[in-house]
């Protein structure tokens, strides 16, 4: 059932055919319902007939209720995640700017014109503008046409958005407009919104849902220009019309996206399920994608943590990490979409497979993550994933890393420490004695001595990437490729899901952090197996892998190089803190040491070519940091012995961390 409301330009109301048809045009061609079934309400508020009397009657006063300080944070920050969630729904209909419009024309040169054309052919336009005593009577007249309570979707036309612009701090206190769309709307030039008020600056997220508005390039009447620019609640879609009319833009797909979306949503096959506690349902979620999940359930956790009086920071975390989340549902449907598309092309190549390598797949049918998963279920699908040496390295990722990029969302050492414990409470197992309090302020404790090996004064390491380099493909696409034969159909089906959260951020991070560090947890889901039989197609593949993981340090800026040292000397310490952890600072060692072998190479044909210059300054830089790591971890062991050197170069040359010391 939908309840929408049509409210006309110049020239009185229009039929709802004239509203309709092409809306229903639009819909049909997105192979959606109809509007105007006989359990849809349409409203036509008509209020042409105003302008041949004088008005009179008392002001149309503003009803906008006046939240607390929390309660308006609440309401502005679930708005602008609505209108996120339409966007992602209509830019795609969006048109060229780079055409011949009045957008173009200088707004000195289309305003006059606007008021000529105005005094000669819209007299209601110039009553409407110039008489508050109008106004009053048009919002009257209006507002008694409209429901009092409930919900509706608002379409206003030309004059008709000015209108309604103006009604929406004069709404019914129980009336919702769930979507508000101007089309052909002069609201971009200042004289037509000049009546508004505080409109721009105090909006009323709490009644109005969403805006979108639709304006034409080479519509005289919008002057080619939209409305965000001035008012920033609206979305603006760019169409490339000349033509004024109703039809023009109700039957414009963009318009017809925009009442799908919110009146026949479509489902989402990656929405998810929850049980009766709200625990996301038990599902073989593959691991590629476990260090994302880890991610998520860390953020949850801090988020829950938080104390009370920082309810601001709760929020605002909160509603970075639904909208990343959002963004990460959907294209994950997107990229099922191509890679159905791809193993149908295949199949239609006669390219046969075993139904194990469509299965074991990241984003084969239930081994992806849903919404519920990617916002509050994470952990209950990540218990015993990782012994307590595996997760060290994501432990110490978790407490260094940006928590939702791309948003800048701030938290200190001493907010993430509760996060971690609480976060390793109901992750870990709990197999042997080691407390989760124990475990995570070893972690923070072992980190605070990495930083102070590394750097020498205070450090914005929080606000830097760990190192990308190797784990950019992990992250972006985790090995997302279609498991069939080698060679057929191309290369990987890489999303840009995960880029959301951070190609060398969220999971990135963690990744690099434990390849660096020798974690089997992470060198296996770069694709690198830590327990592999002498193949020689493995062995070269394994060895290949881990070279790169030697050569991305190198091409690091100095601010990431020391992040990412920094969290490698905090694993290997907090291994030789904790009890029973076998320490693999060999490994790291050598890994190191083939960087610095790379980086001194480098930084030695700069000085010849370009001495003094800051890229050289920075290949110096980094030669340094290389040099104080392997001091850090020197004075965390004694030097190997001979066995143990070897063991180090066996691991450096495969990719399998060391398992003797």
């Known amino acids: ?89 209509v830019r795609r209909h969006a048109e060229s700017e780079e055409i011949v419009g ?10 006059p014109l606007a008021g000529v054309a105005e005094l000669l052919k819209f007299e209601e336009v110039t009553k409407f503008m110039k008489m508050p005593a109008m106004r009053s009577a048009v919002y009257r007249h209006v507002l008694a046409q409209l429901p009092q309570s409930g919900h509706i979707i608002l379409v206003a036309h030309s004059l008709g958005s ?59 009447v919008t002057g080619g220009r939209g409305v965000a620019g001035s008012i920033s609640s609206a979305i603006d879609v760019a169409i490339q019309t000349h033509a004024h009319s109703l039809g023009a833009y109700m039957s414009h797909p963009a318009t017809a ?50 104390p009370t009086g ?39 190549r006669g390219v046969s497979w075993e139904p ?34 595996d997760l060290l390295a994501l432990a110490v990722g978790l407490l260094m890393q940006p928590l939702v990029d791309p948003f800048d969302v701030q938290a200190d050492l001493k907010q993430r420490l509760p996060a971690l414990v609480l976060t390793l409470n109901v992750v870990r197992d709990h197999r042997g004695d080691l407390a989760d309090q124990t475990y995570a302020h070893q972690v923070r404790d072992s980190l605070v001595w990495a930083q102070k ?21 992990a992250a972006t696409g985790i090995g997302i490729m279609l498991a069939a034969p080698a060679g057929l159909a191309g290369a990987a089906v890489v999303t840009s899901t995960l880029a959301a959260f951070g190609p060398g951020g969220m999971v ?61 000397l905090a694993v290997i310490h907090a291994q030789t803190q904790l009890p029973g952890f076998r320490s693999t600072e060999p490994y790291a060692r050598a890994v190191v040491t083939a960087a610095l072998d790379s980086v001194r190479a480098e930084q030695s044909i700069h000085e010849e070519i370009a001495p003094g210059a800051d890229g050289t300054k920075k290949w110096r830089r980094k030669q340094d940091l290389l040099v104080r790591a392997l001091a850090a971890l020197d004075s965390l062991t004694s030097v190997p012995e001979v066995g143990l050197q070897l063991e180090a170069r066996k691991a450096l040359e495969t990719g399998r961390p060391p398992t003797q010391y």
């Open 257 to 306: 996206a925009a009442i799908r979306s919110v009146v026949f949503p479509l489902d989402r096959p990656a929405s998810g399920a929850a049980t009766a506690n709200n625990r996301a349902v038990a599902r073989p979620i593959h691991e590629a994608w476990f260090p994302l999940l880890l991610g998520t359930a860390f953020t949850h956790q801090l988020a829950k943590s938080l």
């Open 102 to 111: 009045l957008h173009r024309v200088p707004g000195p040169v289309v305003e």
């Open 508 to 568: 990135g991070g963690l990744l690099t952090l434990g390849a660096l560090t020798g974690s089997a947890s992470a060198l296996g889901a770069l694709g690198v197996s830590a327990e592999f039989e002498a193949d020689d197609a493995e062995t070269m593949h394994t060895a290949a892998a881990t070279a790169r993981i030697v050569a991305d340090l190198a091409p690091l800026s100095p601010e990431t190089l020391t992040v990412t040292l920094i969290g490698m």
């Open 310 to 348: 920082e309810w601001k920071a709760r929020l605002r975390l909160d509603a970075a990490r639904s909208e990343v989340a959002r963004r990460a549902v959907d294209d994950i449907v997107g990229k099922r979409a191509q890679r159905a598309e791809l193993i149908r092309s295949m199949q239609e």
């Open 356 to 389: 194990r390598q469509l299965t074991d797949h990241p984003l084969a049918d239930n081994r992806y993550p849903t919404l519920l998963d990617l916002t509050t279920g994470a952990a209950s699908l990540l218990r015993g994933t990782w012994d307590d040496e």
């Open 453 to 473: 090996q590394m750097v020498e004064s205070k450090f914005p390491w929080g606000t830097v990437l760990i190192g990308t380099g190797v784990v950019v493909l």
């Open 162 to 220: 000015v209108v309604a612009a103006g009604l929406l701090r004069r709404l019914p206190a129980e009336l919702t407009v769930d979507l508000f769309i101007t089309i052909g709307s002069p609201l971009g030039i200042p004289r037509y919104r000049s009546h508004l008020g505080a409109l721009a600056s105090s909006f009323p997220y709490r009644q109005v849902h969403r805006w979108l508005n639709v304006h034409g390039l080479r519509d005289f």
């Open 1 to 89: 059932m939908a309840n929408v409301v049509f409210l006309h330009g110049v020239g009185g109301a229009s039929p709802e055919s004239a509203w309709l048809q092409p809306l229903n045009s639009g819909l049909a061609s997105q192979e959606a319902p109809r509007i105007g079934e006989p359990t849809d309400s349409i409203f036509l508020p008509d209020y042409g007939n105003l302008f041949a009397k004088t008005p009179s009657g008392p002001e149309a006063l503003e009803t906008s209720r006046k939240d607390d300080e929390r309660t308006s944070l609440e309401h502005r920050l679930t708005f602008w995640a609505r209108q996120k969630e339409l966007e992602r729904v």
